[in-house]
């Protein structure tokens, strides 16, 4: 029986060798749009087993998740719900990895309250917008644009992303009330009001936070079930295992029992979270205006009151699923395709916007669970998908009674491993000019969101340009003046390399020849071309000369076709040194006059 990685990965695989000409209606092609045809013909009872499990495991993790998310969205509890069951449905047909589970995350929540005023009309308006814009950045194949953005910036975003949410539920787990969403407002009135915490709601949440941390440690450190273990061992192990992959649903169900408890006796210590919108959704169109008290608001006010949320929800959105799927792949030795991912979180957007679901993504930490879990292919969504509808059409009266101070314990504890408190220490060692782009973005972050990322990725690109327009460049001194370029030749550094070579070969006598040895330059433009001809010409005036090494053919190609005055190249520094030996200064720059030779001409005419 085939292995279900090999089931997912054999039709990518295969993809990668065909001819570009393969003809769009074939049967590979349609796999790659449908990747379920790669892993159903091979699917088994075991696989469904698996299957089952893990998706039983995601359905108890994302619904007290997902209404605890709605909260930091600024949303009613039933929006989180809404939220959570579509992607499970599109992501088994269109998805590439099959450990991958699509639904509200709490960085997507925590954009989506930035960005659409706590008003559910924006907020699924939001979703279809992103989800168009995320379909067409697929099928025109932009992936790759995401490459544009370093793992600092990302890593200040969802740093700061942490500590916005995690502080952000501080209010709730004390009980606190009337205090503000913006986060240096929040800061303030939350240690200002510090004196009206609720004692009951601070103690629930508490206690909710340990029983979770403890769940969690148990969790890690259970060991794995194996057929030889003997039935009684393998059932207290299965056992401890549920337990602990549903500690949300545990705690959250724990955290209500005790409300209600207090609710029969007539005295109630908590905050709840009060009535949930019963039953199933209603499949409509997203709403492209909005009547309010002062008038209707258009969809173009609409989109201009969203600003920059336009960019930054579908690009983030994109990161975090994408950063998600190829964790997973790499780690469970599969590949999955960006661009079909693109499409897979797109179309999951669009089609969520139908039944009044707000911007989803890839869950890291649900999508933990699921491998943890066993699961074996992305029919395991099918599963928490039918569980997230059928809490809604059967569960919504019993979310009255969750407490506020449960929800925020759940979402601090999801949250607070986003932080990579090492990534400090690690950047340090490594390359620390890295940590100036991670420091920006994450202290930017608090401000505005879309700043952060953006001021951290024009750091990001300013170091990637300053490397191309300053190369490393090595020099051997000697009475021949040799330079190599570690890396590209680009216009912005052809300046630099020309002051470089004239102040070096030209600082006192006797003044020496210069060997360019361009074994790492694969590729040069016009600015450069002509900044070596105007290199050559200065050093003949000054009676030195410039020979070139180790050339590569698109280079010589273009140098030869420039027709530079005085032009020389070797293949080898030795030969280089024994003829600027020989004869200095004159004969490379006479040279020019000569007939071109054949192999010159084959380089040109190729």
Not at 448 to 471: C, K, N
């Amino acid at each position: 029986m085939p292995s279900p990685v090999n089931a997912l990965g054999q039709a990518r695989s295969s993809r990668s060798n065909m001819a570009p000409d393969t003809c769009c209606c074939s049967a590979v092609a349609l796999q790659r749009r449908l990747p379920i045809l790669a892993w159903l013909p091979d699917y088994s009872l075991q696989w469904l087993k698996m299957d089952f499990i893990a998706g039983l495991s995601v359905g108890l993790t994302v619904i007290p998740q997902a209404l605890a998310y709605a909260e930091v969205a600024g949303l009613p509890p039933q929006f989180g719900l809404y939220s959570a069951f579509m992607g499970c449905f599109v992501y088994f047909f269109l998805g590439t990895s099959r450990d991958v589970t699509l639904g509200p995350t709490a960085i997507m929540s925590l954009l989506v309250s930035f960005y659409t005023f706590h008003e559910p009309a924006y907020a699924v308006l939001l979703a279809f917008l992103s989800g168009c814009i995320q379909l067409a950045m697929g099928f025109l194949r932009l992936g790759f644009l995401l490459d544009f953005i370093s793992c600092p910036v990302i890593k200040g975003f969802t740093s700061a992303a942490t500590v916005t949410i995690g502080f952000g539920q501080i209010k709730n787990l004390l009980g606190l009330q009337n205090i503000p969403r913006q986060f240096f407002l929040q800061v303030y009135h939350t240690f200002l009001s510090i004196g009206e915490t609720r004692v009951g709601d601070a103690v629930l949440g508490l206690v909710c936070m340990v029983l979770l941390l403890v769940l969690k440690l148990m969790r890690d450190h259970v060991p794995p079930v194996h057929p030889e273990m003997p039935p009684g061992v393998r059932l207290s192990h299965g056992l401890v295992w549920t337990a602990t992959t549903a500690r949300n649903a545990l705690v959250v169900s724990f955290a209500a029992l005790v409300a209600y408890s207090f609710e029969v006796t007539g005295y109630q210590p908590f905050i709840l979270t009060g009535e949930t919108a019963e039953g199933l959704p209603p499949v409509r169109t997203p709403p492209f205006s909005l009547t309010t008290a002062n008038g209707t608001i258009s969809f173009t006010e609409m989109v201009q009151d969203m600003g920059a949320g336009l960019a930054v929800v579908p690009l983030v959105g994109l990161l975090e699923s994408i950063a998600v799927a190829k964790a997973f792949a790499s780690q469970n030795n599969y590949r999955v395709d960006a661009n079909q991912e693109l499409l897979a979180i797109g179309l999951t957007n669009v089609l969520g916007s139908l039944v009044s679901a707000y911007p989803v993504t890839g869950s890291f930490g649900r999508t933990a669970v699921n491998a943890q879990s066993g699961v074996c292919t992305p029919a395991g969504g099918l599963v928490t998908g039918a569980l997230v509808l059928l809490s809604l059409d059967y569960l919504t009266s019993l979310f009255y009674y969750i407490p506020k101070a449960a929800l925020a314990a759940v979402i601090i504890m999801a949250v607070a491993p986003l932080f990579d408190t090492k990534i400090f220490g690690t950047l340090w060692r490594v390359k620390r000019l890295d940590l100036l782009p991670l420091v920006v973005t994450f202290l930017l972050c608090f401000w505005e969101v879309q700043y952060g990322i953006l001021a951290g990725t024009l750091v990001s690109l300013l170091i990637l340009l300053h490397a191309v327009a300053r190369p490393k460049t090595q020099v051997s001194e000697g009475l021949v003046l040799v330079l190599q370029p570690a890396s590209g030749l680009h216009f912005p550094a052809i300046e630099a390399l020309r002051e470089a070579v004239l102040k070096r070969a030209l600082e006192g006598p006797p003044r020496r020849c210069v060997v360019l040895e361009c074994t790492h330059v694969s590729c040069i433009d016009y600015t450069v071309v002509l900044g070596l001809g105007d290199l050559l010409e200065d050093l003949h005036r000054q009676g030195a000369a410039l020979v070139f090494v180790g050339l590569q053919v698109p280079v010589l190609r273009a140098l030869l076709a420039a027709d530079l005055k005085g032009f020389q190249h070797f293949s080898t520094l030795e030969e280089a040194e024994k003829y600027l030996q020989q004869d200095p200064g004159t004969q490379p720059y006479n040279s020019c006059d000569d007939p071109v030779p054949e192999h010159k001409i084959a380089l040109l005419k190729a």
